[in-house]
């Protein structure tokens, strides 16, 4: 349909031509605009399929399914299964609260060994206790303001003022080789974190958290909040600048990138691009690397740069008689580190996805590599059962996945061959896009611990996303590094199942070591410490 074929049509018109229908009697005008109804019809259908409009994904995303799971009809559930249906439903015991305060509360009447008042023959010994619990509501940030008796002489005006409970950790940071002296936030360590942690890593702005203690009487401005979120963040920086080289030295190393808002950059205050324009576009780049001693890294950099100038400059500081490091991402050109020399893959996942979004628009040809990828994900899953070295499973995938992947290469090779699938369509595209990636794609049935897909870096962005869609944007890019800093520690700290509120105040109270060796300070040192 042309622009000169529109037409203004209102709703009555349409019940009389619904109307001329019913009876048999239809006019060449009436023609003319079921003509023009039916072209729009295609038009917007032709609109929802085609994923250049991008509308049939959101419009799923929207109002259909969240997960790309095929359909669970007609399937037997296996006995785990059914044995997880017995767990509990959400209730947790007393030793599930680890940071509970537990009060023992002896009985006022009774102690072990006397005589049963019941039955008075009997004796009484210890059983296990009854529980009773307490919920008590409070800001997140609590204060205790002590007030010191003062006495002054009428005579010589000599003051006297008792001392304060809190005297003796009024300096519990080692600031002796700072530069500065510490402010007097530093004794507030658990506070400090507390302020950093709900900014950055639960999405509270802090005009909320203002709010939040303002109206429960226990006021903490916005200014002040800033104060202590500094102190976690220059507690933290060096541990944060040694777990970039460190990230370096990995065996294994994840990327991926989601977009964030930066107000400056979004106000024309950005650095410039190559033609000289101010840049408005930042990202941030979640990366992991896994270590050969275990230990996992996740870092976040936000900036113009994308995930593979990131990983580049990351890998640049890498010792040269290590050997090559794989690199998993997406296969998008700009997650390539260029003449870095890496063991490419590509993720799995993303291939999937691209046929599951058409499969609506090309049951036939999606469902058939969406079920033949099923075979492989099911390998994967087995080999993680078995919990097989990285030899073995590289074996097992060779015996069980590589067979369908060859299997499935050649469908698509043919497809595209024979005409069956026109290489400019959507589904040819997506073909093409896995036969170009085809080595990347199945390395993990030839390399020793390649990994399958990237979802460990997918869900370490989705931090990164919760945070974006609470907390909506940051207002300078040096905000943004300071999130960079504590969002990388936290989420570090969470894989390596390390307390990150506690580890965010060890940090600080011991500042100025921190500076001098941060690689005693990462966060698997603390757990070893503790």
Same mark, same amino acid.
């Given at each position: 349909?042309?622009?000169?074929?529109?037409?203004?049509?209102?709703?009555?018109?349409?019940?009389?031509?619904?109307?001329?229908?019913?009876?048999?009697?239809?006019?060449?005008?009436?023609?003319?605009?079921?003509?023009?109804?039916?072209?729009?019809?295609?038009?917007?259908?032709?609109a929802l399929e085609s994923k250049s409009t991008q509308l049939s994904k959101w419009l799923r995303r929207i109002f259909g399914l969240k997960t790309e799971k095929s359909s669970q009809k007609g399937r037997k559930k296996s006995p785990e299964s059914k044995d997880r249906s017995k767990l509990n439903k959400g209730r947790n015991g007393r030793n599930d609260f680890p940071g509970a305060n537990k009060v023992n509360v002896p009985h006022p009447n009774c102690k072990p060994g006397n005589q049963c008042p019941e039955c008075l023959s009997g004796k009484l010994r210890e059983a296990e206790p009854a529980v009773d619990y307490d919920w008590q509501g409070h800001t997140p940030i609590t204060l205790t303001i002590y007030l010191l008796q003062r006495l002054i002489c009428n005579t010589c005006k000599t003051s006297f003022t008792a001392p304060s409970p809190v005297a003796d950790t009024a300096h519990t940071v080692d600031d002796s080789a700072d530069e500065k002296p510490a402010s007097r936030c530093d004794r507030n360590a658990m506070a400090n974190a507390v302020v950093a942690i709900f900014r950055f890593w639960f999405g509270i702005a802090t005009y909320r958290l203002a709010k939040i203690q303002g109206s429960l009487g226990i006021g903490l401005p916005e200014g002040t909040q800033y104060k202590m979120i500094r102190q976690v963040y220059e507690a933290a920086y060096p541990v944060y600048e040694h777990l970039i080289y460190q990230a370096a030295q990995g065996s294994q190393i994840m990327a991926d990138d989601t977009s964030i808002k930066i107000y400056d950059w979004l106000s024309g205050r950005g650095p410039p691009t190559k033609n000289g324009t101010p840049r408005k576009k930042a990202v941030t780049s979640a990366i992991i690397s896994k270590s050969a001693e275990g230990h996992d890294i996740v870092l976040y950099l936000t900036g113009g740069n994308q995930a593979g100038s990131n990983v580049r400059k990351i890998l640049a500081n890498r010792k040269l008689d290590l050997p090559i490091p794989q690199y998993m991402c997406d296969g998008l050109a700009a997650n390539k580190v260029g003449d870095i020399t890496v063991i490419q893959l590509h993720c799995l996942d993303h291939a999937r996805r691209r046929f599951y979004e058409l499969a609506s628009v090309f049951p036939k040809e999606c469902d058939y590599v969406i079920g033949e990828l099923k075979k492989v994900y099911k390998a994967e899953s087995e080999a993680k059962i078995e919990n097989l070295s990285p030899s073995d499973?590289?074996? /097992?995938?060779?015996?069980?996945?590589?067979?369908?992947?060859?299997?499935?290469?050649?469908?698509?090779?043919?497809?595209?061959?024979?005409?069956?699938?026109?290489?400019?369509?959507?589904?040819?595209?997506?073909?093409? /896009?896995?036969?170009?990636?085809?080595?990347?794609?199945?390395?993990?049935?030839?390399?020793?611990?390649?990994?399958?897909?990237?979802?460990?870096?997918?869900?370490?962005?989705?931090?990164?996303?919760?945070?974006?869609?609470?907390?909506? #944007? /940051?207002?300078?890019? #040096?905000?943004?590094?300071?999130?960079?800093?504590?969002?990388?520690?936290?989420?570090?700290c969470e894989r390596s199942k390390v307390n990150f509120f506690k580890y965010l105040e060890w940090l600080q109270m011991n500042k100025s070591q921190v500076a001098v060796a941060p690689e005693r300070f990462t966060p698997w040192a603390y757990a070893a410490s503790c």
């Open positions: 349909m042309t622009k000169a074929d529109s037409i203004k049509i209102s709703a009555q018109q349409i019940k009389d031509i619904r109307g001329r229908l019913s009876n048999g009697e239809i006019s060449s005008e009436d023609i003319k605009v079921l003509l023009i109804i039916i072209d729009l019809f295609i038009g917007i259908r032709s499973r590289m074996k /097992y995938h060779k015996e069980h996945s590589q067979p369908v992947m060859e299997s499935l290469g050649k469908w698509m090779y043919e497809q595209i061959e024979t005409g069956s699938v026109e290489e400019n369509s959507d589904l040819g595209r997506d073909i093409k /896009y896995v036969l170009d990636r085809w080595t990347e794609l199945n390395e993990f049935c030839h390399i020793e611990g390649a990994a399958l897909s990237n979802s460990e870096c997918e869900r370490a962005i989705k931090s990164i996303i919760t945070h974006r869609k609470n907390s909506l #944007a /940051y207002k300078t890019l #040096a905000g943004a590094h300071t999130g960079d800093v504590i969002q990388s520690m936290i989420a570090t």
